[in-house]
């Protein structure tokens, strides 16, 4: 059994300017999704991008995510706080971000994009998919370091104390899923792609492989206080999953039949 040393969340102080680590984690997310895609560039010319494009796309996903992880968490977790309380909306300094509501936010964005530069849109989404889960993973390891979104109650050897949480040892679960959602998922998707693929395969992987490694964490995870568990005995999490799966599995088998038909490969 560890006990979380409660960091302090502000990392650098400059003057009156605070530099939490939550927010170098959404730097360093993004700037893994700048080196990857370069690297992947490099390595596969026949994709048809550039770095300008890259760095356009990068634009459009970040306000995706920030757009939309802000949305999808007032309106999948806190609708009814928030409706009460309007102006709190935009206080963004004090948390609250969804990963299902930025990844809906991701998908409006690539649509966009799509439009704005004529290029397929599912091969966009197969382009970015194997860029996304390193930065999903360290912000896991934020979530850590702030001590927040712990596990349920567990005797394992390796449970943290979460003072906030009380004195009973937790999952960490935040560590989980920056192993599955962050490391195991990159390696599988990285693979994966590295050789074509029908058009859509890589990101109906990516829907399968995140929806279930969240599924499974979730089963490790507390639930939101406010919530609590919802029909079947499932989190609000583990509910958003399901359809990523389903959508998912959906797509990968359409993807081959689509190959066997019109021969169409994506990156």
Avoid at 34 to 48: C, E, K, S, T, V
Avoid at 73 to 92: G, R, T
Avoid at 127 to 132: E, N, S
């Amino acid at each position: 059994m560890f006990i979380h040393p409660q960091f302090d969340p502000v990392a650098i102080t400059i003057g009156p300017l605070d530099i939490r680590w939550y927010g170098l984690m959404y730097l360093l997310a993004f700037a893994l999704f700048i080196g990857l895609g370069r690297y992947r560039l490099a390595a596969r010319p026949d994709l048809g991008w550039d770095r300008r494009q890259l760095d356009d796309l990068l634009f459009y996903g970040v306000l995706g995510v920030v757009l939309g992880g802000r949305l999808g968490y007032i309106l999948f977790y806190k609708a009814s706080y928030y409706l009460q309380h309007p102006l709190e909306i935009f206080a963004v300094w004090q948390g609250g971000m969804s990963f299902h509501g930025g990844f809906l936010g991701v998908l409006v964005a690539m649509a966009l994009f799509a439009r704005k530069t004529g290029k397929p849109w599912l091969a966009i989404t197969d382009f970015i998919a194997p860029l996304v889960p390193l930065g999903l993973g360290v912000g896991r390891i934020g979530n850590f370091i702030n001590g927040e979104l712990w596990g349920r109650v567990t005797d394992v050897p390796w449970a943290v104390v979460f003072p906030p949480a009380g004195v009973l040892p937790r999952h960490p679960s935040q560590l989980y899923e920056f192993a599955l959602e962050g490391l195991v998922l990159f390696f599988l998707l990285w693979l994966y792609s590295r050789k074509p693929r029908p058009l859509g395969a890589v990101s109906a992987l990516f829907l399968v492989g995140y929806g279930t490694f969240r599924f499974l964490v979730e089963f490790s995870r507390e639930p939101d206080d406010f919530l609590g568990l919802l029909a079947l005995g499932f989190s609000m999490g583990q509910w958003l999953s399901i359809p990523m799966v389903l959508a998912g599995s959906a797509m990968l088998f359409w993807a081959y039949q689509f190959q066997t038909r019109r021969p169409r490969t994506s990156p």
